[in-house]
């Protein structure tokens, strides 16, 4: 087809043999003849059969002559019309199934994962003048029809030629009726996407902003792989400034890429596009509707879509001439997929970005160990705005010691930070509380029996929720849920249970008690359904018309407040428990979120944090503004342990229904278990949720050395041992999630 941008490069015509990736989860490829008037290239999407049914895949190469006769194998069905899927991205996708030891076939999925998308447009009816036309009475309406069409203009649908002609769609109706137009079929196309405009001016930006801005432009002009870390204070304009390389990139008439690790509530970062670019970007993320699914797969594929933003998943798209990645909020942990192909989009961004030999930006506030690293050891280039926009301060930083200053028991706001509220309040501006749990409380027991509420899918507690009136437990991680009971199961006694620890839910009770004239709002997952509910919420906060926000993490990251002068974290110590490697990491990362979020306008801001550790140096680095040191301080500590980023992790997870199988074949890869020179396997062990919806797990740790390929050590592994098949092993190469 004439739209499509890349042509297939090599050429099978009929009886030819090729072999064709199926989206299924299978590792290998499978033959197919080509079929009469066909002519086929790699990359081309094709139907098959397939078993029983039919699926599209993907023309992967020359079929392998050696097994059965060309002339016994299936014939390829059909080619829709969809263009080719581009060579990079075939590379790509088996670069990621072998670094994620997936198959291909899953890997393709998400690529080609939209079957609609693959359905040619359904035709609509074009209305043309027909030669042959009868003598009618004219209007004038009619006669405004007759002259535009007359006047060279192309077949086109009825609600259109209405409009093009300014006349009323009855009036084409009518003509038709009367036999002087004709109808036929033509393919549909979806109304043209208004382009994001290059040419628009953006802010004038500060001498430091030019300098990075400039510098991202130059390399996006010049092509070829470069990948830089942003990094500046929240507030330095970090956005504006890959603004200008994605600028560039639209100049080019190439497209863009931008990664979120959170769009459905990226309100705010829509708006600031649309103020740069005057023309809104193509979105893609898991809660578009079918028809935006298709519409945008094909859009990107054809190349009408010019700037891309999006989830994880963006990243797998059919880009034809993609030509920048932005990685926005790089550190945050959800561009790890923990589902399926286990991968990292922020590292598979840079790997996309060498396969294209383009430029790659990884943007954050507080960057991770590995960009790092990457930057100390000159594999990344590094832009620093140390300063925020308009010469805001950043806010000033408080500890407050709990084992000294903690409210009574079953409260959860220390006098300090009540009287901060207080004075907020006093002032006409606003506060956040912020405590990274959903719900009133985390656990409930009986206060008879001790009976605590435990999930029967997962080695969890219920956590009670409380909203609407309603008690119910439910579980965090297989979204099991019941109402709470009148009696405990365990002794029977009347509804006597307490809740034990504060969820956002109980935060916000006690800050109604105490400040019972407050509009206050709770902003969590599970308070805030989708897109439009968050952007209502940030329009609600932006024009004052709430004074106390309680929230989990969904609202620490990237909002610009301006009324917003206090934050107070009522539980800084809540994710340093546990084994993570990366907790402080992740700790730090989150509490320096929440706190830029106060007072990023001329209102200074203030940040109040709760700790029993105020020794820690999480705290110490958060008190002091010290993020450099931290990381130095992190950096040590994950060198001397052989960590990573200086060393390689990857965990093993065994799992299934029968608690008797998973330990049986975690005792037998434990014998297998190769001994590898540089590598260390710990395990098997329980994971820390032994219990994950009703699947038992267990799981070994691989820690090697650099120079280890952890792949091949784990292929050879699994190779040598005979699983049932009722174990699922899957491997994680550079785990985030530890549980
Ligand atoms: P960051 O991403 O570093 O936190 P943002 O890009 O969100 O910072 O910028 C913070 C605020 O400052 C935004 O409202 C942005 O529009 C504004 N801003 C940043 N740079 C400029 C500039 N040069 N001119 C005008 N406004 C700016
Ligand atoms: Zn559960």
């Given at each position: 087809?004439?739209?499509?941008?890349?042509?297939?490069s090599?050429?099978?015509?009929?009886?030819?043999?090729?072999?064709?990736?199926?989206?299924l989860?299978?590792?290998?490829?499978?033959d197919?003849?080509v079929?009469?008037?066909?002519a086929?290239?790699?990359?081309?999407?094709?139907?098959?059969?397939f078993g029983?049914?039919?699926?599209?895949?993907?023309?992967?190469?020359?079929?392998?002559?050696r097994?059965?006769?060309?002339?016994?194998?299936?014939?390829?069905?059909?080619?829709?019309?969809?263009?080719?899927?581009?060579?990079?991205?075939?590379?790509?996708?088996?670069?990621?199934a072998?670094?994620?030891?997936?198959e291909?076939?899953?890997?393709?999925?998400?690529?080609?994962?939209?079957?609609?998308?693959?359905?040619?447009?359904?035709?609509?009816?074009?209305?043309?003048?027909?030669?042959?036309?009868?003598?009618?009475?004219?209007?004038?309406?009619?006669?405004?029809?007759?002259?535009?069409?007359?006047?060279?203009?192309p077949?086109l649908?009825?609600?259109?030629?209405a409009?093009?002609?300014?006349?009323?769609?009855?009036?084409?109706?009518?003509?038709?009726?009367?036999?002087?137009?004709?109808?036929f079929?033509?393919?549909?196309?979806?109304?043209?996407?208004?382009?994001?405009?290059?040419?628009?001016?953006?802010?004038?930006?500060?001498?430091?902003?030019?300098?990075?801005?400039?510098?991202?432009?130059?390399?996006?002009r010049?092509?070829?792989?470069?990948?830089?870390?942003?990094?500046?204070?929240?507030?330095?304009?970090?956005?504006?400034?890959?603004?200008?390389?994605v600028?560039?990139a639209l100049?080019?008439?190439?497209q863009?890429?931008?990664?979120?690790?959170?769009?459905?509530?990226?309100?705010?970062?829509?708006?600031?596009?649309?103020?740069?670019?005057?023309?809104?970007?193509?979105?893609?993320?898991?809660?578009?509707?079918?028809?935006?699914?298709?519409d945008?797969?094909?859009?990107?594929?054809l190349?009408?879509?010019?700037v891309?933003?999006?989830?994880r998943?963006?990243?797998?798209?059919p880009?034809?001439d993609?030509?920048?990645?932005?990685?926005?909020?790089?550190?945050?942990?959800?561009?790890k997929?923990?589902?399926?192909?286990?991968?990292?989009?922020?590292?598979m961004?840079?790997?996309?970005?060498?396969?294209?030999r383009?430029?790659?930006?990884?943007v954050?506030?507080?960057?991770?160990?590995?960009?790092?690293?990457?930057?100390?050891?000159?594999?990344?280039?590094?832009?620093?705005?140390p300063?925020?926009h308009?010469?805001?301060?950043?806010?000033?930083?408080?500890?407050?010691?709990?084992?000294r200053?903690?409210?009574?028991?079953?409260?959860w706001l220390?006098?300090?930070?009540?009287?901060?509220?207080?004075?907020?309040?006093?002032?006409?501006?606003?506060?956040?509380?912020?405590l990274?749990?959903?719900?009133?409380?985390?656990l409930?027991?009986?206060?008879?029996?001790?009976?605590?509420?435990?999930?029967?899918n997962?080695?969890?507690?219920?956590?009670?929720?409380?909203?609407?009136?309603?008690?119910r437990?439910?579980?965090?991680?297989c979204?099991?849920?019941?109402?709470?009971?009148?009696?405990?199961?365990s002794?029977?006694?009347?509804?006597n249970?307490?809740?034990?620890?504060?969820?956002?839910?109980?935060?916000?009770?006690?800050a109604?008690?105490?400040?019972?004239?407050?509009?206050?709002e709770?902003?969590?997952?599970?308070?805030?359904?989708?897109?439009?509910?968050?952007?209502a919420?940030?329009?609600r906060?932006?024009?004052h018309?709430?004074?106390?926000?309680?929230?989990?993490?969904?609202?620490?990251?990237?909002?610009?407040?301006?009324?917003?002068?206090?934050?107070?974290?009522v539980?800084?110590?809540?994710g340093?428990?546990?084994?993570?490697?990366?907790?402080?990491?992740?700790?730090?990362?989150?509490?320096?979120?929440?706190?830029?979020?106060?007072?990023?306008?001329?209102?200074?801001?203030?940040?109040?944090?709760?700790?029993?550790?105020?020794?820690h140096?999480?705290?110490?680095?958060?008190?002091?503004?010290?993020?450099?040191?931290?990381?130095?301080?992190?950096?040590?500590?994950?060198?001397e342990?052989?960590?990573?980023?200086?060393?390689?992790?990857?965990?093993?997870?065994?799992?299934?229904?029968?608690?008797?199988?998973?330990?049986?074949?975690?005792?037998?890869?434990?014998?297998a278990?190769?001994?590898?020179?540089?590598?260390l396997?710990?395990?098997?062990?329980?994971?820390?949720?032994?219990?994950?919806?009703?699947?038992?797990?267990?799981?070994?740790?691989?820690?090697?050395?650099?120079?280890?390929?952890?792949?091949?050590?784990?292929?050879?592994?699994?190779?040598?041992?005979?699983?049932?098949?009722?174990?699922?092993?899957r491997?994680?190469?550079?785990?985030?999630?530890?549980?």
């Open positions: 087809m004439d739209e499509s941008p890349a042509k297939p090599s050429g099978y015509g009929p009886g030819c043999r090729v072999t064709v990736l199926l989206p989860p299978l590792p290998g490829t499978y197919y003849r079929g009469d008037n066909m086929l290239g790699e990359g081309d999407i094709v139907r098959v059969p029983k049914r039919v699926l599209a895949g993907v023309v992967w190469g020359s079929g392998d002559d097994g059965i006769a060309t002339s016994k194998l299936k014939t390829i069905l059909q080619k829709p019309d969809t263009p080719p899927l581009p060579e990079e991205s075939m590379r790509f996708v088996e670069w990621i072998a670094y994620t030891l997936s291909r076939g899953a890997v393709l999925k998400m690529v080609i994962g939209v079957p609609a998308a693959l359905e040619p447009p359904k035709p609509v009816l074009a209305y043309a003048l027909d030669p042959a036309a009868p003598e009618i009475r004219m209007t004038r309406e009619r006669i405004r029809v007759f002259e535009f069409l007359n006047g060279g203009a077949p649908p009825l609600t259109e030629l409009r093009q002609a300014s006349v009323r769609p009855s009036v084409v109706a009518g003509l038709k009726k009367a036999g002087v137009l004709q109808t079929e033509m393919p549909s196309l979806p109304p043209p996407r208004r382009q994001p405009d290059w040419a628009a001016r953006g802010p004038s930006l500060s001498a430091q902003q030019t300098a990075a801005g400039d510098d991202l432009a130059a390399k996006t010049a092509g070829g792989f470069a990948a830089t870390l942003l990094d500046g204070v929240p507030g330095s304009g970090k956005t504006e400034v890959y603004f200008q390389a600028a560039q100049k080019q008439g190439r863009a890429l931008v990664l979120l690790p959170e769009i459905a509530l990226s309100a705010q970062w829509m708006a600031r596009f649309v103020a740069r670019f005057e023309a809104a970007p193509a979105v893609w993320h898991s809660e578009l509707s079918p028809a935006q699914r298709r945008t797969w094909r859009d990107v594929a190349g009408r879509a010019r891309i933003v999006g989830a998943s963006a990243l797998l798209l880009y034809p993609l030509g920048l990645i932005v990685v926005d909020e790089e550190h945050e942990s959800a561009f997929q923990e589902e399926g192909v286990i991968y990292n989009a922020r590292d961004a840079v790997v996309r970005a060498s396969l294209g383009i430029p790659v930006v990884l954050s506030a507080t960057p991770s160990l590995e960009t790092v690293v990457n930057v100390r050891t000159g594999r990344y280039r590094s832009w620093c705005l300063d925020r308009g010469g805001a301060d950043l806010p000033e930083v408080s500890l407050i010691d709990m084992r200053d903690a409210p009574p028991g079953g409260r220390s006098p300090q930070l009540r009287q901060a509220l207080s004075d907020t309040f006093a002032a006409g501006e606003q506060a956040m509380l912020f990274n749990r959903r719900g009133y409380a985390p409930t027991l009986c206060r008879t029996c001790g009976h605590r509420f435990q999930c029967p997962c080695t969890a507690w219920l956590v009670e929720h409380r909203r609407a009136g309603k008690n437990l439910q579980c965090h991680h979204g099991y849920g019941a109402t709470t009971p009148q009696k405990c199961p002794c029977g006694g009347e509804g249970f307490a809740a034990c620890g504060p969820g956002v839910e109980r935060l916000a009770e006690e109604a008690e105490a400040f019972p004239d407050v509009r206050m709770i902003a969590a997952s599970d308070t805030i359904a989708g897109p439009a509910a968050a952007a919420l940030v329009e906060i932006e024009t018309r709430v004074d106390l926000i309680v929230g989990t993490q969904i609202v620490a990251k990237g909002y610009h407040f301006p009324m917003l002068t206090l934050v107070g974290v539980d800084a110590d809540l340093l428990t546990g084994g993570d490697l990366r907790a402080a990491e992740r700790t730090f990362q989150l509490l320096y979120q929440v706190a830029g979020r106060a007072g990023r306008a001329r209102h200074p801001g203030r940040v109040l944090v709760q700790t029993y550790m105020p020794d140096p999480v705290m110490q680095a958060l008190q002091s503004g010290r993020r450099d040191r931290f990381i130095a301080a992190e950096c040590e500590a994950r060198k342990a052989g960590m990573p980023p200086f060393g390689r992790l990857a965990a093993l997870i065994v799992s299934g229904r029968d608690a008797r199988e998973v330990d049986a074949a975690a005792a037998a890869l434990g014998r278990a190769p001994d590898f020179k540089g590598a396997i710990l395990g098997p062990a329980p994971a820390p949720l032994a219990m994950v919806r009703g699947q038992h797990r267990r799981r070994f740790l691989v820690r090697a050395d650099k120079s280890v390929n952890v792949q091949r050590l784990i292929t050879d592994w699994l190779a040598g041992v005979v699983i049932s098949r009722k174990v699922r092993v491997a994680d190469i550079d785990p985030y999630g530890f549980l």
